[in-house]
């Protein structure tokens, strides 16, 4: 079962069938994913236990239906829903077929090396001469459409690279270090060419992160800042006025300061959009029929509020509130398992709470909401957390410090 999810996650990503209009009159994906469902049903091992997490997701797409239902526009906002709820079929699937730590390793595994194929087929698209000419350079862009605006790829890139430290703390074989290194410089790369500057923004905040949690932050700091100055010198005269509009804005064409001002605009639309939808707002998926705007919100709490309304912003909150509790609640009981599966849990709830900070800063700059992270990253740690209590180590000190370990049965914990 495993690598069939493994397998719609290259699916998810990549999106050949978007690429090939061939593959795409075959619906592969939906095929796929109801294959997937149908063989899940009859999976051995399954653990269906709930969690607080799955109470949260559920609340959330409860708001996201009811939203939906009473849009004025719910006809337009049906394909939204759609991709929404096949993300969440395979959350259901994944956070439940996948249940032993050297399972979960291997899919996070598998995950950076379907993000390395996408990143290296969309480079070399783009060295064959298919981007998008906008804010006046050429920008690298995914190969797929779903994701494939220069903004959504960089911002894939980044909310992946938390897992990269992760792996980075727990990796035993010098030849996967080897491929991280790559990887890092790989991302780093794609991030420079798609020319998007939150998606750089993330690259800093992400390294900026990663360093402080060294116990040799000063050198890392130092050697960051030297990195980043070499990287801006070798860039093409383009993309280094490109990336300094970030801090001064009147270098760059007229087009990019709108788009600055963009997200700002996206961010009061939202409240206006509460204001005349406050229950369930205008609908997801609808942003730019009830606006009237040629573009989405690029703005994740400005499409929260205005698509899904004041039920939404809570249900979202909820699903948010119990994630972080999750991750602070299960580091802790992490933290002194001295055996490698409890070593890499525990670097698993730092790279989550990394791309946690990730995406709610990228929020500010990007409509992220309906984004497949969210829930795929809650199942990573939905599957940690079950995991847990077939791990003999994780037991013993559940006995000896009376810790809950979610999905642990009362007389083991």
């Not at 783009?126 to 790829?153: C, E, W, Y």
């Not at 299960?330 to 990730?358: H, K, N, S, W, Y």
């Amino acid at each position: 079962m495993l690598y069939i999810l493994i397998g719609y996650m290259f699916l998810f990503i990549h999106r050949p069938f978007e690429i090939w209009p061939a593959l795409g009159e075959m619906h592969v994906e939906r095929v796929y994913i109801l294959a997937a469902a149908a063989i899940w049903l009859f999976c051995p091992g399954k653990r269906l236990q709930p969690t607080r997490l799955d109470v949260g997701i559920i609340g959330f797409c409860s708001a996201v239906l009811f939203a939906w239902i009473l849009s004025p526009w719910s006809d337009l906002g049906q394909p939204v829903v759609e991709d929404w709820l096949k993300i969440v079929v395979f959350y259901s699937l994944v956070s439940t077929a996948v249940t032993k730590p050297n399972e979960l390793r291997k899919l996070l595994i598998a995950f950076l090396a379907i993000m390395t194929l996408y990143m290296l087929h969309s480079l070399w698209e783009f060295q064959n001469g298919r981007h998008t000419f906008r804010m006046g350079i050429a920008r690298l862009i995914g190969v797929d459409k779903t994701l494939g605006d220069p903004n959504s790829f960089g911002a894939s890139i980044v909310f992946a690279l938390p897992f990269v430290r992760m792996f980075w703390l727990t990796a035993t074989q010098r030849i996967f270090r080897a491929f991280l290194t790559g990887y890092v410089g790989l991302s780093s790369l794609c991030i420079l060419m798609t020319g998007s500057r939150s998606s750089l923004l993330g690259l800093v905040a992400w390294g900026f992160m990663v360093c402080l949690m060294s116990k040799r932050r000063a050198t890392f700091l130092a050697l960051g800042v030297a990195l980043a100055c070499g990287a801006f010198a070798a860039m093409p005269e383009y993309l280094q006025t490109r990336f300094e509009t970030i801090v001064n804005p009147e270098v760059g064409p007229s087009n990019a300061q709108v788009s600055g001002q963009g997200r700002i605009q996206g961010l009061i639309s939202g409240f206006e959009l509460l204001g005349k939808y406050p229950i369930s707002g205008c609908g997801p998926g609808v942003w730019r029929k009830a606006t009237g705007s040629d573009i989405e919100s690029h703005n994740l709490y400005g499409q929260l509020m205005g698509e899904l309304g004041g039920v939404g912003v809570i249900a979202f909150a909820v699903m948010v509130g119990l994630f972080i509790a999750a991750i602070v609640k299960f580091r802790r009981q992490c933290r002194f398992i001295e055996t490698p599966d409890g070593q890499f849990m525990f670097q698993l709830t730092g790279a989550l709470a990394m791309a946690l900070v990730l995406l709610l800063l990228e929020g500010n700059f990007g409509h992220n909401l309906f984004r497949f992270t969210w829930l795929w990253y809650i199942g990573f740690l939905v599957i940690a957390m079950r995991a847990a209590r077939r791990m003999p180590a994780a037991q013993g000190y559940a006995q000896q410090y009376g810790w809950q370990i979610p999905g642990m049965s009362p007389a083991a914990s």
